[in-house]
């Protein structure tokens, strides 16, 4: 299947920073979406953006396809923003994603300190 | 309208007992898909469903573990006779349609753990 590569794995920052989440991927995609996993390990819906740039308040991401990457950019941080991000996608190149499944990465761990 | 609505939230069950984990898609929903997130593989496709088919079923293990979404009802995941290994977080996602450039929206999860 296709490869999803997150970094940095990890992230620490003050409250105010910005910061930028990298995904890369093996193949061309068709669909991407970023995730944050809370502290109560829910899943919620940032971002559908297989290509472009999309804005949601503080957050925003852009994905370019024919790098095979895309970038979620949190800006002012807030110790609410703290979790799990994931990057997922689906590539009509994988037998399995022609029926949408969607291959995650390892995700990047973000902690935001008061 | 309500998102995608999964239960129990969290379930424990000792080993060799059954367990069932349900999903109810979003309104208008009709495709349903079930993934696991193990602590050290991550967030792992299981199967995917449309109302009262199996349509990929390839990532689920092919023992013991059975899925289905009848024409009336939620999706319902079970797992016969667990064991430690099943203690993972469970999502379901759903779909308006089917095809490559859908969006998929989670459900909570259910926190299975097997003692």
């Known amino acids: 299947g296709i490869q999803v590569e997150q970094s940095p794995p990890d992230l620490i920052l003050q409250e105010g920073a910005n910061s930028t989440l990298r995904c890369n991927f093996s193949?061309?995609?068709?669909?991407l979406q970023w995730f944050h996993q809370n502290p109560w390990g829910q899943l919620i819906n940032l971002f559908y953006i297989p290509s472009g740039t999309k804005q949601n308040g503080r957050l925003s991401a852009t994905t370019v396809a024919t790098e095979r990457y895309s970038l979620l950019y949190i800006s002012s941080s807030q110790t609410t923003d703290s979790g799990v991000y994931f990057c997922?996608?689906?590539?009509?190149?994988?037998?399995?994603?022609?029926?949408?499944?969607?291959?995650f990465g390892r995700g990047t761990q973000l902690t935001v300190w008061p | 309208n309500a998102g995608v609505m999964q239960n129990p939230r969290h379930l424990v069950r000792r080993r060799g007992q059954e367990a069932r984990l349900r999903c109810s898609p979003m309104?208008?929903?009709?495709?349903v898909y079930w993934y696991r997130q193990l602590p050290e593989e991550g967030l792992k496709f299981m199967v995917y469903?449309?109302?009262?088919?199996?349509?990929?079923e390839s990532g689920m293990p092919k023992e013991r573990f059975s899925a289905e979404f009848p024409k009336e009802g939620p999706s319902i995941l079970r797992i016969q006779q667990v064991v430690r290994g099943d203690s993972a977080a469970y999502f379901c996602?759903?779909?308006?349609?089917?095809?490559?450039?859908?969006?998929?929206?989670f459900g909570p999860g259910t926190r299975l753990t097997v003692l």
């Open positions: 309104k208008g929903h009709s495709h």
């Open positions: 996602a759903s779909s308006q349609r089917t095809g490559l450039e859908v969006e998929q929206f």
């Open positions: 997922a996608v689906v590539s009509f190149t994988d037998r399995g994603s022609t029926l949408g499944r969607l291959y």
């Open positions: 469903l449309q109302k009262e088919n199996i349509i990929d």
């Open positions: 193949d061309s995609v068709n669909n």
